[in-house]
Every structure is written in C-alpha cells, then in structure tokens.
C-alpha cells in the first residue's frame, strides 16, 4: 500500500497525507481495523516533523476514519452506515458545495460537471466494497 | 587455547570478509560506468578523474585489515591470545570497518559530485512511501531468537552447576562476568536492529516499486548479519565455558561446533550479500529532497529536535542528529556499560 506526497505542493503534507489514507479507505484498499504505520516510522520514512503526521493522523481520528490507541497505534477505524466524526449529514455538504461553487465559477457547464463527478466517483469506488 | 579454535575463528573471520571486501571493491561501479556510487556522472568519466578517486577509494579499504593484523600480532605477542580477546578484536574492526567505509565512500561521492552530470541532480519533488507498519515482531526470526535464550541459558545453568570448592572459584567469577557483559551486549544489538526495522525507507515517484523493493531487501539482509552476530555472541559464553572447563570431548564437540557455526554464518553471509547485490545492482539511485535543516549543515554534528532522523542527508555527505532519540538511548546504554564493568572490575 503506497502513498505520495509532493513535498514541493502548496497544499500541507499532513493533508495529503490525511487525503491519500481517505482516499485508501474510501477505495476499500485499507480496510476496517487495518494497522496504520506508527507517527515515528512515517515520520523516519518522509524525513518530517513528528507533528506532521500527528496532525494528519488528528484530522483522519476526528473524521471517525481511524482510531487511535496508545501503545496500540492506529487502525482505520470500523465503519457504521451512517456518517461519523465531526462531520454529521449536513457538514458533509459543506466541502461539496464548496467545490461546486468553484466549478460552477470556473463556468463549467452542469452536464460537463456531472461527467465530472461521475468519473470521479467511479475511480473512488473502484475495488472499494459494494 | 585450542590452536583449531583459534585458526576457525581467523579462517571464518577472513571468509566472512572476502564478500565485504569484494562488494566494496566493486560497489562504486555496480551500476555501469554511468554511476560513482549513486553520483551519476558520464561514462568517459572514469578514463580520467574517476580512475585516481576509485583507486585511491579502494586504497582505504584496506586500513582496517592492515589494523587488524597488527592487532593479532600485538595480541600473540603480549600473551593474550584467547578466544574472547580474539572476538573483540574481530568485533571492534568490523565496527571500525564499517566507519571506515563509510568515510571512504562519502569521499569518493563528494570528489565524484564536481563531475555530476547535471540533468541528474534535481532532486525527486514527489516521495512514495509504504504504509505497511513494520514493527520488530514481523522481523524476528524465532529459531534464532530461541537459539539465543538456549544458548544463554545453557551457560548460566552450566556456571550454576559448578562447585566452587573443586573449581577454581576467580574462573568461575570471570566466566559469569563473561556471561553478564554478554546479555548486556544482546540488549544492544537488539537496539540496532530495532534501529534497522525503522530505518527510513521513502522511494521517488519515478519508481517506487524497484526502490522500496531494494531499501527492504538492504534492511532484511542488514537484520540478517545482525542476527548472526547475536548469536555468535549469544554462543560464545557457552564456547568459552567449554574450552576452559570441558573435558577433552567437550572441548572436541565445541570446538567441532564452533568451526560448524562458522562455516554456517559464512555461507548464509555470502548468499544473503550477493542476493541482496543482485537487487541493488538493478536499481536506479535517486536523490530524495534535503530537509530543511540539512541544507545549512556544515560539519558532521547537528541539533535538530523537529526531525526525528538520526542521520541526515547533507550537501556534502551525512550529520548525525544529536536531537533525535537513539542519541540518548545509545548514550544511556553506554553509560550503563561502563556502570556494569566498573561494577564487575571492582
């Protein structure tokens, strides 16, 4: 199980890394109670701060997405149906209104930016379980 | 002192060296004349400036062989030629061998850098990196870890079955002493290979397969050796007792045991090297990002708390991270080795 992160990008490296496991999950590649690698050895690997991916590793906890035990290390966390986290059915909306907007700015016309959404649900969804 | 023992031991020592010195003779070149080491230069490059650094790098080899002749000879000719000083003295230059290398190899690298070929350098902007946790259970080798306990407790129960009133009681003292200093050294080495498990292993975006592919193949044949050692320390107490307490059998059986044991870490040395050589001769170095601290190194030392490497990649070679926390353990474990020996000299 492979993750890259673009030490040059703009966005922060504890989100690319929160957003690779997210999308790992997402795709069914790390399943429920899957070990995680330890803070210290991604942080030795990527040669960052320890805080780096105890950031990330917050920002994955707080979405319900892992759990977090000392001693034990982390492990994505077991799902329900519904959503979990700080992010109840309505925040969800939130970030997806938000990219919307953006592609709606971008003057994208709507049948274009369903396409869009399609293709990329479809890639999300691929090998992820039914 | 069985003169078997004592030419097993040189022998072994010798064969055991032979693949080092084959691989670090050719390591420089392994990947074609395109490469010094990991510095990409062109392939003219060795008709010329590349011939006097490879030489001359090859030349350092061999200090630490040099240095340990004479430490034999010093040895045979102060008396103290015993199977403990002997295994000291094979441990402390392969220590000093290892160093050695390394000082040799970041000359060669650095004298090599000033006809790197340009397009080559730019660092990889993307890493890649395995989110399989690697712990030290899923690199522990049970057999050898049982052999180890075995072989430590054999001596012990052995030591405790002595009867100080038909044995010379200072012997029995030194063995125990022996057998305390080498659990003391079994805690250190599996420090190191914990420092193995979780050395650093990112890849470039490139090819991440091939070169996580080669870092895990480095860090299972480097776990490998460590075991080796292990148990050969772990069996020297039990080596010893034999030698010096044993009946002319016992010492027979030990010394064929000793020879068995050689023979067996030299051959698993050599295929496990030249397993691990074919997998690196076939990937491609690559330069990873310097870290923010290591760019404004100057010397071989640094503080850098925020990072939790122990060795950082500088321009000009390597800085250990005085921050990073096997710093303090190794200087707690140390500490506590010159407690137990002012303890046991007392």
Redesign the interface.
Known sequence: ????????GRRPIYLQIADG?KT?IARGQ?GEGQ????V????????????TIAAAYRELQSEGLIVVKRGL?ARVAVRSGAPTGKHGGDELRGPLRSALTDLVLAGIPQKQILNLINDELRTLLKGAKS | MNILVIVGAIVGAALATLPRIIERWRSPVMRGPEFLFDVAVNPDFHNGAGNDILRRYRGRLFIPYLLEGLIFVALWLAGQWTIANILTAIAVIAIFTRFNYYAARIWAENQARRFERLEETRPA??????????TLLNYTNWHVEGGIILALAAAAMWLASLNPTSHDALMIRKLADNLIVTIYMQVGMLLIKRGIV?????AP?DN??AY?AWRESLRRFSIGVCDVFRLMFALSPIFTIAFILGSARVQMAATAGFIAFMVIAVVYEWRSRFAYLRVARSTKPAR??L?PGAEKSRGPLGFWP????LLLKTTNGYALNLAS?PVPIAGLYLAGFAVLWFWLVR
């Open positions: 199980m492979l993750l890259t992160i673009d030490m040059n496991i790992l790390l070990a995680l690698p330890g210290r050895q991604m942080a030795l690997d990527l040669g960052v701060n320890l805080n290390g | 902007s993307s890493l890649v990196f395995s989110l399989e946790p690697r979780h050395s650093g292993s990112a975006a991440p397969e996580l990873l990002p870290l925020a990072l939790p490497v926390a």
